[in-house]
């Protein structure tokens, strides 16, 4: 007998586990659609009430994004143990799926798939919201569409905490010396997405946790091989200093002097 959640939801399989918790591929009764529902379940003992408040305060926050280029959140489902956040369905590869079939990609290619990408953060960060954990495994590619999931670690920029949260490889410095997420090292992110995306590796040599860490901490970014025009924007985005670092403009103006580049 398969499950109903919420009287309107029919989980069908569960088709991933993501950074908050499992992701089902479900059945919307009412509306008679495909939609994807993400299970989070609750701690026992009193963490629990902070834990729901959370995870309806950064659902309520993704609701209002509404961009193409970002995974839609349509509903939450509340249960006493559980929480269901119900979003769009995508037939999509990841990026991470992506790279692991087919190597590194074309310079224009990655340089095509930043802008889109950069649309979609731009309209976050507009919104006041940062995702806190952009990595290829977070990018979904289907049809003409390139999609940033799973803002479950997203919060608004007054209410960043010092937590660690996220993919080591692809961490921003300060974030992993306890400064929390921002704008900033959303940029980080990104940048170290696009690296792995042209050159079909991490930015630092090694990807064990705890030695890429300080590596990222100490140490610059490995020289890029393959990346041609690219280069400058990858190491603007990697600069240690938050500061320092590449704007989402300054990126926007540099990856279409690659387009022109490219074109030429």
Do not use: C
Not at 142 to 168: C, I, K, N, W, Y
Not at 229 to 245: H, N, S
């Amino acid at each position: 007998m398969s499950t109903i959640v919420d009287d309107r939801y029919q989980l069908l399989a569960p088709v991933g586990k993501g950074a908050t918790g499992v992701v089902w591929r479900a059945y919307d009764l009412l509306l008679e659609r495909d939609v994807a529902l993400k299970e989070i379940a609750l701690p026992p003992g009193p963490e629990a009430a902070e834990r729901r408040r959370k995870v309806v305060r950064e659902a309520r926050m993704a609701a209002r994004l509404s961009h193409r280029g970002i995974v839609t959140v349509h509903n939450l489902a509340e249960e006493p143990e559980r929480l269901w956040i119900v979003m769009e369905f995508l037939e999509a590869l990841t990026l991470h799926d992506t790279l692991v079939q087919a190597g590194p990609l074309p310079v224009d290619l990655v340089a095509k798939l930043g802008r889109r990408l950069l649309e979609a953060l731009r309209h976050a960060h507009a919104g006041g919201v940062v995702h806190r954990d952009i990595k290829p495994a977070n990018i979904m590619l289907t049809g003409d569409r390139v999609v940033l999931a799973d803002f479950g670690f997203a919060a608004f920029e007054s209410a960043a905490t010092t937590s660690m949260r996220g993919t080591p490889a692809f961490i921003a410095p300060e974030v992993l010396q306890g400064r929390g997420g921002t704008r900033e090292a959303d940029m980080w992110s990104f940048g170290a997405t696009l690296y792995m995306a042209v050159e079909g590796r991490t930015p630092f040599r090694t990807v064990d946790s705890m030695a890429a860490l300080i590596e990222a901490l100490r140490e610059p970014p490995r020289t890029p091989r393959r990346a041609g025009a690219l280069e400058p924007v990858l190491l603007g985005l990697l600069r240690k200093d938050p500061a320092a670092r590449l704007s989402a403009e300054q990126t926007h103006a540099m990856l279409m002097n690659v387009r022109r580049h490219s074109a030429a």
